[in-house]
């Protein structure tokens, strides 16, 4: 027991002889000790004022009032730092041991300003001298070997309440951090510090977690490994590897889940960018090697990027530009996912379009103006949205929001395809298309593209097109240019030409019916939406045709005039020519026989007879004498139309 109340009188003295000393403590000389430490350790000034007082509790030091550290020669000339109190901590084993030193440093609501002028001087770079040399002097020893920081250690640094202010002379850019609170920790002169940072940038919360393996060479601006960490709202942000600060340097893996890019963009005061569906619309992830070189331009290396599903592997290097930045990458995917791009026309019932028609709905480029760029893609397929292509290889070209696809190779619809496409958004919305299909097959392209699949058939298109304007109807309403089609071998659904000659039956249409054909050909324009064409070629088994009309790919309907001849038979029959049209929406059009062209034709006797038959079995008329069919056919209309009219005066007048 006796060595219990022994030891406990010991203690009781040393803290006693502790507190006494710690009263004996001259304040002033350990605030200016800290002040000195501080100096020698960053090359800048450390100025207290107000009352220094002493603490016991939670651990010995001192507490000053206002605290400012000097800024550069260049700089503003409000200070680098200032905050309202400092409190210093000592370390008390070494103390007792007779020496002095700050194991604790405390910054009541400081405001630190970073600042970089025009020439890419650093206010916070301490590798350079406070006093810049003269024109034409030699640097300081100290500042050219890099080495002004003197090594130090720090048990704990606190920051409560601060506020970062950011200011770049050469680019005019300006941020505002508050509610800064953050803790840093080097127990190893120059070794490895430890970093933890909250705060709120344009009113956004965030917060950092880092570590510098070398903190000696990173406060004096060389390279030094780095693990940083940020977080904030729905994006998440990691990079290991080395940095520097004098100039901005990095190297290393960057894994980013930057989600729809709003919670980043709001943090950096910018508006989020609305990028389309499936290019980072709604999630945007990315990985890889990136580096940060002398002169702000960023590598991307090894790079695995997805974007709303989309998977690529992408190697990019990104140049700050005066305008925009600009962008060179190669780009490859096993699916590509771009139906998001165009816009797909409006739902029934929904405002700004119909089934039926083209979607009014406004096309938003703007993403075109953000960056320029240069892009090599190479995808295994490519959606769209109403069309669809498979292996594709091509080079993208963006120069202030006019966007060229040069297409060097490209799987479509069973053949291939090779031109060039121009999305401009310089002014407004244009398009233009000079392309080359080879081996086309037309069911699954006009399926996909016009959702029409009557024509059957496969072979070459030429195109050359331009539209303009700001929504899907008003592109459609001004399409002009010119084109070709070559097809070999195929079908025509829904109408049985030959049929229709032979019977004179209009009713061969419909679900079963067909018009084979060997070969079809045409040229054409396009005006203001509208398709014309005046040399349609069709060879058939059984005939040939030829035809001429419109296609309004604005108001989605048809207007043709096929003139199919039967071929002659041995006993000398055939060679007539049935004129057909076919008009109407492309949805449901209509198909009808020109009879008052049929009746105008130099025609054999046989046939003659068997149109009178027709004529009289299915139309009612009937020729007398020395009247010809055309003649018996305009005075049963007349008569009808006579008829017609009697009884409706009949009517009028009360008769019965």
Known sequence: MRWLIRLVAVLFGLVALFLVALVLVPRDRLAELAARQFEAATGRPMTLSGEVRPSVWPRLGVRTGPVTIANAPWAAGEPLLEARALEIGLDTLALMGGSWRISRVALDEP????????????????????SDPAPGADPAPAAAAGSAVSPFTLDEGIVKGGRVLWIDHGT????????????????????????????????????????LDEAGSALAGRVAPLRLSLATGSARITFEGEAGSAPPMADGRIDAALGDLGDLAALLGRSRPELPEGLGRRQLEIAGRLTLAEGGTLHLREGRVTADGNRLAVEADMTPGGDR????ANVRAEALDLAGVSTPAAAAGQPGGDRQGWSRTPIDVSALSAVDLGLALSAGSIDLGRLRL?????????DRARLVADLREVAAYGGSLTGELVVNGRQGLSLAADLTLSGLQTEPLLADLAEFDRLATQGDVRLKLLASGPHQEALMQSLSGTGSIRFGKGEFRGLDVARMVRTLDAGSVGEGTRTIFDKLGASFTVEKGVLRNEDLAL????????????????????????????LPREDGTGGVSVPVIIAGPWAGPRTRLDLDALVRQPVGQQVKERMSEEAAERLGVVPQEGESLEEAAKRRAREALQNEAGRALNRLLGGN
Do not use: C, H
């Open 111 to 130: 405001v630190i300003r970073l600042e970089r002028d025009a020439e890419g001087r650093a206010n916070w770079d301490l590798s350079r001298p406070l």
């Open 172 to 211: 005019g850019r300006r941020g505002d951090i508050s509610a800064v609170q953050a803790r840093v920790t080097l127990p190893e002169p120059g070794g490895p510090a430890d970093l933890t940072l909250s705060g709120q940038a344009n009113g956004r919360g965030f917060a950092v977690e880092g570590r």
């Open 325 to 328: 930045p600009r962008l060179d």
């Open 390 to 398: 498979g292996a594709t290889k091509a080079i993208l070209t963006l």
């Open 539 to 566: 060879e058939a088994p059984l005939m040939g045709a030829t035809g001429a009309g419109s296609v309004g790919f604005g108001d989605r309907t048809l207007d043709y005039r096929l003139l199919p001849t039967l």
